[in-house]
């Protein structure tokens, strides 16, 4: 196994000390350094996010929101999903990120005054198996993360993994509670906590919320040995990461350093642009939405789909959208920025003068999500949906309206935290005016528990629209929401790609391979019977 006989030479991640230069905790990453565990959990974390960043990238191109631009070549499996294992690894990476969070768990076991950056270490460790459980299926857990006591551990089934999950959740949270009845001095955490400052209630939540997800995914198929939670309840602000990203060299944000600007000022990515299918959500193909429209998209305006037999793109202003697999030469040139970068609050959008804007990518100071409140609140709906107990007892709808705004909320932030433009009276709008009458978001006029299920997950789908993408294909793999056409290859019909080598009603795949690295290094255990077209994450239809 690559990453662990990797990390008994580095030590720390190499991964994350590259990417995270200004956090570094080594001088040489050839020679391990003993450090501390508050030196080792800001890089972490900042780590953390660049790998969500990539989950994000990931899930937006397989799950609907972005596609090639017509006119770049070489895309070859990632339009026809015939994905090879050097496709997507992020498998590696997630494994370095663990031996950070290991590493601090390993030398905060017996330190009480330590207590709160163990537990940290914990839920981040669990959010990262889950990524990996959600991504690959069968993982290491049970022998990972032990150096040289076990280069080649054995997988472990998800469905095992994930009521394990739930335990250490369980038992992070006790820590944290009993360290808030210890405690004599400030919190420790304080500035090395780069996501809530210290702030252990939220960290809870966020445990709460981490464990919320598992119970939804997965109580169908396997059983918790716990599903109560503590009382503080779930997240109702987003977990954003933030060690103080700014416009300095490699300490921008990495989706602005991805999809708007490098911290020279040069445009970045233009070779994938938004799909046809997610334009739908917000021009009145399926709903109406033109204030987050606004919001994400460059020059977005509300614009009829053309009629003409075989065009598969459709211009929103100075922008365009595509459906995956869509070869044939088109105008690709998004003006000096990403077609994710707005124009809502300013013209410029020259590179480094580019200002603070809302939507998805925002600026270069801006956090990472691990996970937003709306994600937080339509998991509450679906909780309530399904009778699941949980702290407050909220309803179904009450949740879901939550999430909405939430969402409106998010998108309508500036990096600072500050809203433009009133994003609760815009999400009452949303919900009560043109799309009254709407199951997708009207839900009172959503009439059975299957309709109220749909409404949840689609729009938590349109939600996560880059912003975590892939937590969007996770819930559309697990639940078949939003629907798309099995019988139309049409652009608005379906995200699937036009160019798919999937046998599959949907034309979808169901997964990625595992990474050539675990064939190289541990041979023996790595599954080897794959299919991208057939095999399910334990807890997918």
Same mark, same amino acid.
Request: hydrophobic share 40%.
């Given at each position: ?54 989950? &994000? ?10 596609? =090639? ?44 005054? &330590? ?29 990972? !993360? ?14 095992? *993994? ?32 780069? +996501? ?19 119970? *939804? ?8 040995? =716990? ?7 779930? !997240? ?25 600007? &490098? ?45 003409? +037999? ?232």
């Amino acid at each position: 196994m690559k990453k662990l006989s990797k990390l008994t030479i580095l030590g720390l991640a190499a991964f994350a000390l590259a990417c995270s230069s200004y956090l570094d905790v080594n001088k040489n990453p050839n020679q391990p350094t003993a450090t501390s565990p508050n030196l080792v959990l800001p890089q972490a974390l900042t780590t953390t996010g660049r790998i969500l960043n990539s989950f &994000n990238i990931y899930g937006a191109q397989i799950g609907g929101f972005m596609a =090639n631009a017509g006119g770049y070549g070489g895309f070859n499996e990632f339009i026809t999903y015939s994905y090879t294992t050097n496709s997507y690894d992020q498998f590696t990476p997630v494994y370095d990120n663990l031996e950070d969070y290991q590493y601090i768990i390993d030398n905060t076991a017996k330190d009480a005054t &330590n207590i709160y950056f163990n537990a940290v270490a914990t839920i981040m460790r669990v959010h990262n198996f889950q990524l990996l459980v959600d991504t690959y299926n069968d993982v290491p857990y049970s022998q990972a !993360l032990q150096g040289a006591k076990s280069l080649t551990p054995v997988y472990d089934k998800g469905a095992t *993994i994930y009521p394990a999950l739930a335990v250490e959740l369980d038992s992070a949270i006790a820590r944290i509670n009993r360290g808030t009845h210890m405690a004599t001095a400030p919190n420790p955490l304080g500035t090395y906590d780069v +996501v809530f400052g210290g702030n252990m209630t939220s960290w809870i939540q966020l445990a709460n919320t981490i464990k919320l997800r598992l119970i *939804i995914r997965a109580s169908s198929v396997v059983t918790f040995p =716990n599903k109560n939670f503590d009382p503080a309840g779930f !997240l109702s602000t987003d977990a954003l990461v933030n060690p103080g990203f700014n416009k300095n060299l490699n300490q921008q944000s990495p989706s602005w350093d991805t999809w708007a600007f &490098n911290y020279q000022g040069a445009a970045q990515n233009k070779a994938w642009i938004p799909t046809t299918w997610s334009m739908t959500f917000y021009n009145g193909t399926q709903m109406l939405d033109t204030m987050r429209g606004k919001a994400i998209y460059y020059n977005f305006r509300r614009v009829k789909y053309p009629n003409t +037999v075989g065009k598969r793109q459709v211009v929103y202003g100075d922008s365009i959208c595509n459906q995956l697999g869509f070869e044939s030469t088109i105008v690709t040139a998004c003006p000096t920025g990403s077609f994710w970068l707005p124009s809502l609050q300013s013209a410029n959008r020259v590179g480094i003068s580019a200002p603070d804007t809302t939507g998805v990518l925002k600026g270069p100071d801006a956090g990472v999500p691990i996970i937003t409140a709306a994600e937080s609140y339509f998991l509450q709906a679906e909780a309530a949906l399904r009778s699941i107990a949980i702290p407050g007892s909220p309803t179904a709808a009450a949740s879901y309206t939550n999430g909405v705004t939430a969402s409106f909320k998010y998108l309508y932030s500036l990096p600072s935290g500050s809203q433009t433009g009133n994003y609760a009276a815009d999400a009452n709008k949303y919900l009560t005016g043109s799309n009254s009458g709407n199951p997708l978001v009207d839900f009172s006029a959503a009439l059975s528990p299957a309709q109220q299920l749909q409404a949840i997950i689609t729009q938590k789908y349109i939600a996560l629209n880059m912003v975590n993408s892939n937590e969007a294909w996770n819930e559309y793999r697990r639940t078949g929401y939003p629907l798309v056409s099995t019988s139309s290859t049409a652009a608005t019909a379906t995200f699937a790609a036009i160019t798919s080598h999937s046998t599959r009603p949907d034309r979808l795949p169901t997964r990625i391979p595992y990474p050539t690295t675990e064939f190289q290094y541990n041979p023996s255990n790595v599954p080897n019977d794959i299919n991208v077209f057939s095999s399910l994450i334990f807890w997918a239809k």
